[in-house]
């Protein structure tokens, strides 16, 4: 059986997210549409993982990088991303791209393509989080040694960075929780900003 999908006006990837390298196992699972710029695939990544979408970012695939133009170093060719869909990347169950955030900490994002759907997202919106596990780490908490750092500390009250610790991150923060509806409730707050983008990007294409 091929793998190759034979695309629809209203074609859905399902799409697996995974925080590379992490210390604890953090991933999303998310349907978007297959047509979606790679602009509003960054914000829906921001808005799944969990991210403040504060900092630098980038997609990568096969030696190009994807992403805003304005944010390149001298000498770098970055490809702009609203010129790019989703399925101009990805055509075959388990193809990749790779997402990079915040080149301090720098956090890598594994994309892999699972599957095409065609109806169960809700009224036709731009994505929909189904599942995942683990909640995102805190912005600017060091990159994946400084997370295991983190861990490490909020898991021992006795640990003398404990108090110091809980009030930096500005709440009790669980490790182990994610909730697919609160993610479901930001894209939903953001849907009438994210359907003008995809608009806009199929009226330049065409």
Known sequence: MSNEFELQEDS??????SLMDSPLPIWRRVLIRADAPL?????????????FNTHMHHFEQHGKV?????EA?????????????LCDLLAERGDEIFYVYDYGDDWKHRIV????????VPENAIAQCTMGKRACPPEDVGGVEGYANFISIIEDPENDQYLDTL???GCDFDPN?????????????????LQSLATQFVSSSN
């Open 12 to 17: 859905y990837y399902q799409l697996k997210i």
């Open 39 to 51: 602009s509003i695939v960054h914000e829906i990544v921001q808005i799944a993982m969990g991210w």
């Open 66 to 70: 994807f992403g805003d133009p304005e």
């Open 73 to 85: 170093e001298s000498g770098e060719t970055i490809l702009d991303y609203n010129g790019y869909a």
């Open 113 to 120: 393509l699972e599957d095409i759907q065609h109806s169960d």
């Open 167 to 169: 009030q930096w991150v």
């Open 177 to 193: 929780s994610f909730d697919p509806r609160q993610v479901n409730m930001r894209i939903q707050m953001m849907e009438e900003r």
